[in-house]
């Protein structure tokens, strides 16, 4: 694995605890922990319970006893970690955004279809889809409950940048991240909003805006960021802290997107709604064991949006932890990844998200910047 | 009408809206409104719209002109007004709990049903059954929706006497009001549970506490107060302030039940939960446009508690009133309960609560008072 | 009072209401109503309560008896009757939106502004403004309990038309109605976050959508519509069945806004979240007397969204009706909206919202259809 | 550890979780699984974890190498493994309820202590304490946030059992469980109304229900159950399938208490909510990330039950975890029972909750078993 900070700490669990509760066809290992400071992966590699770890993530590449390599670094090495990888035959599991632009996304996408021929596979970390409620909700517009999709409004509104004294992060420098709000969290709205309705977005208009220009330097973050540089000074924030935009989909659907780490006391408030002919569903990851489900069908006098407490045995994933009704956390869903990913790979084919669903994820981010750039006018994606 | 406080101008509200929303085979008219004080009395039949006032109630029992008598005074003068006037050939309407004491209930049941035999009736304002979503309630329980009732759990939550400084009030004077929570909001959770289960209570544990003692005599209250003197002192309170019992119901059913005024934060929070072989029913009146329904017939992956917006043509009263979704609120129990009492006058049969229905709840407050002064023993009622 | 379907029965509820809540400088009388039909206004005056009636609204411009015209017809209509009515010295209510188009909104304005030189005023009647839990949130705004606003998102959702088999109306016509949901309905979102913010939007991106092309011309609807014609056939819906656009708000802030009848499962859900730097509200009018508000000075140990029961005395409205708890419902903003009319005319100052104040939305519905028109393109105001 | 079901695969999970994300004074080692069946307890030790296993718990006791026993059996054993534990100088955590008698836990209580002096620790496992939000609401009650507390509010409802024809399981066994929802799921609202208000209950008043009195041998249950037997024939239900108990705390706070398995839709609603003179707490275990606060001293104008996402650094246990707003589940809790017990045995000092406060959850238990038996009369603790 190659990053150690809240995204390795959350894969590292769910590679631990995978094995605990699924019964999985492989058994995974955690070799090697890369990073680059010698000290710091060492007492990472501990704490995490890795056997061995490097200074540079080629070693890894390098290595024989390691056979699937997990991506956990800002947007702007996954391209080059990832091809390498899949190019000396290992599996990849790569965070999302799948890369800070659609060039290096194309690039990761061809080398994943190469690899796939020899039996060697990629996936792209959209955890947000293995939340049980969320998978679950696949499910229902897969069984037609929905009927035909007509509104989809999808936002995800954080506040930890609301303070304009937070300080500087990479995730707010756009040569690490791509970009800001958009591709941090939107980019889960997006993919959850294709997966959950099975259509893609065709075209968008969008409208960026940044709030805060300059931040502190110094300071410890606690959460999400991470200070980036020692202290004194401001930085640039070079990125979006908010996106907004309207999409269409294919088969006529419209949409309403909004990304945000500026609404003031919403903590993980990433939430989808979506409208169909015959029912809708509507999700909130801060009630994340919930879903709510409208059944249009249902005579006026009891229809009314369900709260499906997703924690049964016949739910997704579910049935392998605790009874019904003692809830799941965050980390689940990356346990939930962690298992697809080994069954995929046992079985031969290729995980999803792959990376070409996450190319399409990538492509409308693009669009969206372009239209944001251009006045708000229309783009096809 | 007699008593022109809180709830005499909502009964005048409802009086004059009825007819309007309603198709009504008998045309209400607000003829006199009868207080004490002559100018007080004046000035409220100005502004509710009656015709003409009198000083003293029994002048309403001798008025030619007087169809119908509303009661709208502290429990303790119940049996003697209502008795009055049905032996007088009024019909009448009268606020809830029935009487101080099922001595005087028992005699007014009987009043009512011998007016009943020429003809004039006489109904208990236990309006709560009146709110759309309770009236629901009742219709899902007949349909045979929650299948056997097996748990009730009916809580009536405010807080307006949690300040231990809030003035004293006839509600708190056990001569005028006759108990405290547990007949002025308890008895609305106990007709509201024999209602919408069909079920009668047949015995209870309790008890009874009072936080606070003594409250000063002076000062103006907003809300269900009212001074209870000029100024300066202190008065006893006589009453209950919180009222907690068990039940069991003819069939096998259990109930919990609590009343209190103390719940600091609850401002009219009166919750009925019921649990059935077939489906459960939650409701709270903070959200009294909601009824909240668990049908237990439908497959566990889809399965949860429905919020049924109790707006729809289709459910009880909304029909005459708004469109879908745009919400009633706490007067039209008020208003519905006229109407269903003008249609049972017109169609000559005894409007439901009877005063027998009545009576029958103030056996289960004596019940509830006889186990709290005896160390919580079971009582049948 | 010119028009007598839901509208007309709301504003003649309100009329009659008002005066028995609130102590107002005028008496309001219920003089004529007028409809084109002569019997049908007949029976509509009977049962809403109004004295006279005409066929013709100009007889009431002309009639010495009207003070005020209230005009509750489609909004082809708005401009010529509230021209004339304030030219003949008559004050307006006039409802929403303002007008069809831009052209009359301004003539509309104009007129208002020269009346008012001379005493007469004009109203518009976006109600929601006055549900308590919306003026609260005014009132929170204009105390600076939110700082800065940086995001708006107004959703109105409701799915009367969600069933394509539902009847062609009026509302569906662009001749009667100007546009679809986003006049319709999108109107009241449009004032609702200005007003509430206290913010001006600045330019909007927009999108609008029809879903439905045609639908049978005969059938009778409940509720907001009403059949269009005799029966047989289908006739063509000119409107947008759903509006999306993106806003910015002098000061900086962003919005999201989004109109539909097409939401499966949401009756009226007409909601409104604010951001600011240091505090949040979120309202839903499902929930009407609720407002939710994050107060971000509060310790991070216990800030949350506060859910505020909009009910106490010290609410706006409020305390002239019921007790803490005791929830209002929709047609309580229509009394509210008479009382402040009535309050101003007294005082001999323009009404909120002024006609002036109801152009500034005609023109945010402008540049929607404009922007709509034109790939979503930008458009300033 | 002893036990392999439901609760070992938890605990298995909390003893190698917790060292991962808690900076422990001691390092856990999963050493050794004790279950009778040789072949399952194998299997299950692969699964969990665990280098060794024992067909029977006495060789735990005996061996060098284990220094803690972790209880996870049915009740009617925890006696005789505890104690033996503890005098062979081996710290104990054991599940709750601590036994099925009071003599029993009476005994244990005393070894505990006996052990304490030797520097040997007993903890008794109620591990909804650790939920972030309930050891919140105990913090703010120690701050002096509810002033007085008055009132308090506890249901524990699932529904697994509702159906009746789920098959008997050890659970409904008296000799092995002690009691049904009594003990199984209402001692969990008895430890926690005791934890979070700082006080003890004095007296209560209960009663108690068996709805379903024959259960299907055989059959596989998921979740809590597992079958008694192998197939054919019903079992006695020997337990309570509902209590229900009021009760009086020192200090002159009152409360209510259902548990049941029988609340038909229901899943793990374990509620707990609290009323004092400043303010009011409440929860439910379906929403587990989340407090409801009632700041009492806020003016009425925004006061209101604030929802607390409790995943902020600064609450309980939760910044060891994922950023704000990236929600716990169930396991936590257990997680964090094993950090303050490890913490505990490195200081030197009894955890909490220790023997003796389990001991009195017992006695509270038992008074309601006397009370149940005797017509609800009151019974003091």
Redesign the interface.
């Known amino acids: 694995m190659v990053g150690y900070a ?1 995204m390795g ?2 894969h ?2 769910a590679w ?2 995978a ?3 699924f019964d999985l066809p492989l058994h995974p290992e955690l070799a090697v922990l890369a990073g680059r400071d010698a000290t710091a992966v060492k007492a990472a590699a501990d ?3 890795w056997q061995d770890t490097e200074t540079d993530w080629r070693s890894l590449v390098e290595r024989d006893d390691v056979d699937l390599i997990d991506i956990c670094t800002p947007g702007d090495t996954h391209a080059e970690i990832a091809i390498a990888a899949l190019e000396a035959g290992k599996h990849v599991l790569c965070e999302k955004p799948l890369a800070n632009s659609v060039q290096e996304a194309e690039r990761m996408a061809v080398a994943a279809r190469d690899a796939a021929e020899k039996g060697v596979f990629a996936m792209c970390g959209f955890s947000y889809r293995r939340t049980p409620a969320l998978t ?1 909700a696949r ?2 517009v897969e069984q037609g ?1 929905l009927g035909t999709v ?2 989809v ?1 999808a ?1 995800y509104l ?3 940048l ?1 303070d ?1 004294k937070a300080p500087m992060t990479w995730r707010l420098d756009r040569t690490k991240s791509g970009s800001g709000a958009l591709g941090d969290i939107g980019a889960h709205s997006i993919d959850a909003a294709q997966y959950v309705t099975g259509l893609e977005i065709s075209g968008v ?3 960026l ?1 940044t ?1 805060v220009h300059e931040r502190p330097l110094s300071g410890t973050r ?3 960021g991470g200070s980036g540089a020692d202290d004194g000074g401001t930085g640039q924030v070079t990125v979006d802290d ?1 996106a ?3 999409a ?1 989909f294919d088969g ?1 659907a ?1 949409g ?1 997107f ?1 990304a ?1 780490r ?8 990433m939430r989808l ?1 979506v ?6 569903l509507a999700f909130d ?7 709510e ?4 069908t ?12 997703v ?5 997704p994933y579910t ?1 392998n ?12 869903g990356f346990t939930h990844q962690v298992v697809d990913l080994v069954q995929a790979i046992a079985d031969g084919r290729t995980p999803s998200p792959s990376f070409d669903e996450a190319l399409r994820v990538q492509r409308v981010l693009h669009a969206v910047e372009q ?1 944001a750039s251009s ?4 783009q096809h994606v």
Do not use: C
């Not at 990851?285 to 879903?291: A, D, G, I, P, T």
């Open positions: 809240f700490a959350m590292s669990h631990r605890t094995p605990r509760f704490t995490m319970g679950l499910r229902l409950r007509r509104h409004r936002q954080q506040d930890w609301s304009a208009s969008a409208l805006n709030f606690v959460g999400l908010a907004i935009f309207s269409r006529g419209i309403v909004e945000t500026f609404a003031l006391g919403r903590k993980n408030s709604e409208n169909g002919t015959l029912g809708s990851f801060e009630n994340m064991n919930s879903l489900f409208y059944d249009g249902v005579p006026a006098e009891t229809a009314g949006f369900s709260t499906i407490n924690t049964e045995p016949d739910h049935g932890w605790w009874p019904a009704g003692h809830g799941l956390g965050y980390e689940h239209s006045d708000s006018g229309w």
